[in-house]
T-cell receptor
């Protein structure tokens, strides 16, 4: 099956700094990617839909100025957590479909962000 | 998308079949039933999906009730590697790709 990678797999940063997380589709092109956040012992929460060549669509309650999403190519979407605070510490996961309209999605392995 | 209800947790013995239930009484006629699972500290993994008919693949089987208000994911022989959180998700025909995850069922497999 198709493979989605994320980089880094884990990151520790200081409060007030920004962190960029990359999501890549390794063997397919993805016009749309999705970003999720997962707190410990909780389910995944959809944050935004990343569209290649256009602005991301954010879910209600997600601050678009804090979570910057860029989908500059068909194989790369980035999520930048700006001015990170300890409450942003979470597991961030991206996903993509290898073809528009198919139901199966491929998820990345996730990035563990810890803000100190 | 309609809501799903799953038991919080289930236990199984290794090499025995496991039946994971999901209730979706408000499902619409165009909603597909999807199952994903998430192993510890990993991203979710697609398992199976269906609309009306039962479905089989190499990982599992999906049994869908005739009225579509419930479904059951069947793992034919549980292994220790099947210990995960299993999510039942409804996704409509608009197929935006957005998946809304509920709490899922945590499956424990005992040796």
């Amino acid at each position: 099956g198709a493979v989605v990678s994320q980089h880094p797999s884990w990151v520790i940063c200081k409060s007030g700094t920004s962190v960029k997380i990359e999501c890549r589709s390794l063997d397919f092109q993805a016009t749309t990617m999705f970003w999720y956040r997962q707190f410990p012992k909780q389910s995944l929460m959809l944050m935004a839909t990343s569209n290649e060549g256009s602005k991301a669509t954010y879910e209600q309650g997600v601050e678009k100025d804090k979570f910057l999403i860029n989908h500059a190519s068909l194989t790369l979407s980035t999520l930048t957590v700006t001015s990170a605070h300890p409450e942003d510490s979470s597991f961030y996961i991206c996903s993509a479909r290898d073809r528009p309209g198919v139901y199966e999605q491929y998820f990345g392995p996730g990035t563990r962000l810890t803000v100190t | 998308d309609a809501k799903t209800t799953q038991p919080n947790s289930m236990e199984s013995n290794e090499e025995e079949p496991v039946h994971l239930p999901c209730n979706h009484s408000t499902i619409s006629g165009t909603d597909y039933i999807h199952w994903y699972r998430q192993l510890p500290s990993q991203g979710p993994e697609y398992v199976i999906h269906g609309l009306t008919s039962n479905v089989n693949n190499r990982m599992a089987s999906l049994a869908i009730a005739e009225d579509r208000k419930s479904s059951t994911l069947i793992l034919h022989r549980a292994t220790l590697r099947d210990a995960a959180v299993y999510y039942c998700i409804l996704h409509g025909s608009s197929n935006t790709g957005k998946l809304i995850f509920g709490q899922g069922t945590t499956l424990q497999v005992k040796p």
